[in-house]
């Protein structure tokens, strides 16, 4: 398979790296319109976009809703304990680490492969203090002590699908367990029409979290489309006013649902238990063209 230093060597990209991982074919694929930027993909579906002298960008429409939640979690610069289940190539982590020095970071990868890759190809920041765990994210989770984090971000695919035994209430029971109190949870969750994944995973969360904010396009929302949309929970009331804004004025605009037209969204679908899950529906294969 193709290799290149050129990211460690602080170059400009100049070809993909190509390289099999334990999840399949990854791929990074240089950004001719950044010196040291990369995007990666695994079988074709893209999993992050890394800028090594701007780990603050952030290109992927729900990674930018992710980092609003980042930054509202805690007073602008403020360290904060992290856990990010799922990894890739690291892109919140290093957001993280760049808006809020000094912060205490978890991340929960299963692919040690992937891991090695991006270790090699993107290091990190020797200073971040981050810590990577090649394993799956539950046991992982349960691994992470009571009230440890101010943040626990779920951001995890598998052949593009999120895994069934993480979107269950027995899986976010475990994420409250390690959430301190006012702590929030944030997850990117894929749908497409009739949306009843979505659906199921609000009705989730809000079996374990009181208060609930949905961030997504509003096509997405309509059932017009498959996309992305970011989840955020936590026992205490939401900075819904500025995560709104802030969605508002993102290139591609994001609407915040909270409160009853939220639970209206739903539709009374239930709470997913683990006898019960299964996992994300797969995206159509117009979505990565």
């Known amino acids: 398979m193709g290799r290149s230093k050129n990211a460690r060597r602080g170059q400009a990209p100049t070809e993909p790296l190509v390289e099999t991982v334990d999840g ?19 079988d074709g579906a893209p999993q992050s976009h890394v800028d090594l002298d701007d780990p603050a960008h952030l290109s992927f429409e729900y990674q930018r809703r992710l980092g609003h939640v980042i930054d509202l979690v805690a007073p602008p610069g403020k360290p904060v304990h992290a856990v990010h ?9 290093r957001y993280t680490a760049a808006t809020r020095p000094r912060s205490t970071q978890q991340v929960v990868e299963r692919d040690g492969l992937l891991v090695q890759l991006v270790r090699r190809e993107l290091p990190l920041d020797p200073n971040a203090r981050v810590r990577v765990r090649s394993v799956d994210a539950r046991e992982g989770l349960a691994k992470v002590p009571d009230g440890w984090a101010d943040l626990v971000i779920a951001d995890v695919f598998s052949g593009a699908r999120t ?6 209430v027995e899986f976010l029971d475990d994420v409250r367990r390690v959430v301190k109190p006012g702590g929030v949870y944030a997850a990117n969750l894929a749908d497409g029409p009739p949306l009843a994944h979505l659906r199921g995973q609000i009705a989730t969360a809000a079996a374990v979290f009181p ?8 096509t997405m929302l309509r059932g017009k ?13 939401l900075p819904l006013a500025e995560l709104t804004r802030r969605a508002a004025s993102d290139p591609h605009p994001g609407r915040v649902e909270h409160g009853r037209q939220l ?9 997913v238990l683990d006898a019960a899950a299964v996992a994300s529906p797969a995206p159509p294969p117009s979505v990565f063209r």
């Open 211 to 218: 208060e609930l904010a949905l961030v997504a396009d509003p």
């Open 85 to 93: 289940l799922g990894g890739g190539a690291f892109t919140l982590a």
């Open 24 to 42: 399949g074919l990854a791929e990074l694929i240089p950004d001719r319109d950044r010196p040291r930027a990369w995007t990666l993909l695994i």
């Open 263 to 271: 639970a209206d969204f739903t539709g009374g679908a239930a709470p």
């Open 225 to 237: 489309r498959f996309g992305n949309a970011v989840l955020v929970a936590c026992d205490r009331p």
């Open 163 to 168: 895994p069934a035994h993480l979107t269950s």
